[in-house]
């Protein structure tokens, strides 16, 4: 078993943050950090039932199943509200990120604090603007006003909606699938969008399904408070 530490996390969460890469190795003992409050969490695709039960007994506890999905990129694709992410939209990202989610798998976890989970996504959109998540983003604005915002992760010809957000007052316009529409015609090079949400979020799940996205790959998410 692999720990891997996460000292951003570990700042907003008051305690000691670490990513645990379960081993597939049968009956294979998973090992904690000792001595200290901490939080450690998981992620295994769900056939992998032997390893969920294990964390389980060792205090794990499934806070959410992530779907990931993918679709060939088509090309040129019209786009009326979105542009490039400029140092400007910084404060209207942030506070979005701030009050959009409810579906994280920080959100989703009792024993973690609203004004946590949304701190993490506050900083985690915020962090683009300062070059350390994120290879790109895109805004959605209208009438003036940043009113979306998409952040990507690219990879060769693979481009991924690492967050995505729409303000309430907008919902409703196509601005998420606007924003998708412009990283097809702007990114060079891309041939593939990937996309994960929440098994729980069934308004996200409609909407990728609907734009033709297909499903991968389905995971458990596992947190342990210690």
Same mark, same amino acid.
């Given at each position: 078993?692999?720990?891997?530490?996460?000292?951003?996390?570990?700042?907003?969460?008051?305690?000691?943050?670490?990513?645990?890469?379960?081993?597939?190795?049968p009956?294979?003992?998973?090992?904690l950090?000792?001595?200290?409050?901490?939080?450690?969490d998981?992620?295994?695709?769900?056939?992998?039932?032997?390893?969920?039960?294990?964390?389980?007994d060792?205090g794990?506890?499934?806070v959410?199943?992530?779907?990931?999905?993918?679709?060939?990129?088509?090309? @040129?694709?019209?786009?009326?509200?979105?542009?490039?992410?400029?140092?400007?939209?910084?404060?209207?990202?942030?506070?979005?990120?701030?009050?959009?989610?409810?579906?994280s798998?920080?959100?989703?976890?009792?024993?973690?604090?609203?004004?946590?989970?949304?701190?993490?996504?506050?900083?985690?959109?915020?962090?683009?603007?300062?070059?350390?998540?994120?290879?790109?983003?895109?805004?959605?604005?209208?009438? +003036?006003?940043? @009113?979306?915002?998409?952040?990507?992760?690219?990879?060769?010809?693979?481009?991924?909606?690492?967050?995505? @957000?729409?303000?309430?007052?907008?919902?409703?316009?196509?601005?998420?699938?606007?924003?998708? @529409?412009?990283?097809e015609?702007?990114?060079?090079?891309?041939?593939?969008?990937?996309?994960?949400?929440?098994?729980?979020?069934?308004?996200?799940?409609?909407?990728?399904? +609907?734009?033709?996205?297909?499903?991968?790959?389905?995971?458990?998410?596992?947190?342990?408070? +210690?």
């Amino acid at each position: 078993m692999a720990l891997r530490p996460d000292g951003w996390l570990s700042g907003l969460l008051g305690k000691s943050a670490w990513h645990l890469t379960p081993s597939a190795e049968p009956g294979r003992a998973i090992e904690l950090p000792d001595g200290e409050p901490c939080f450690v969490d998981a992620r295994l695709p769900v056939t992998r039932t032997e390893v969920a039960r294990r964390l389980e007994d060792k205090g794990f506890r499934l806070v959410d199943t992530g779907i990931n999905f993918e679709r060939p990129v088509w090309g @040129a694709a019209n786009s009326r509200f979105s542009r490039a992410a400029t140092p400007k939209d910084r404060a209207a990202v942030e506070n979005m990120a701030a009050r959009s989610f409810s579906f994280s798998r920080f959100h989703l976890d009792p024993m973690v604090a609203v004004e946590s989970a949304n701190e993490i996504k506050r900083q985690w959109a915020g962090n683009w603007f300062e070059g350390k998540r994120g290879d790109g983003m895109i805004v959605a604005e209208v009438d +003036g006003v940043t @009113a979306g915002f998409l952040q990507y992760l690219r990879a060769g010809d693979v481009l991924t909606i690492d967050l995505v @957000a729409v303000d309430n007052r907008y919902r409703g316009r196509g601005l998420a699938r606007d924003m998708i @529409a412009w990283s097809e015609s702007m990114v060079p090079g891309i041939a593939i969008l990937r996309v994960g949400t929440q098994l729980a979020n069934a308004a996200s799940l409609r909407s990728y399904m +609907g734009d033709n996205f297909r499903l991968i790959a389905s995971n458990y998410v596992f947190h342990y408070h +210690g």
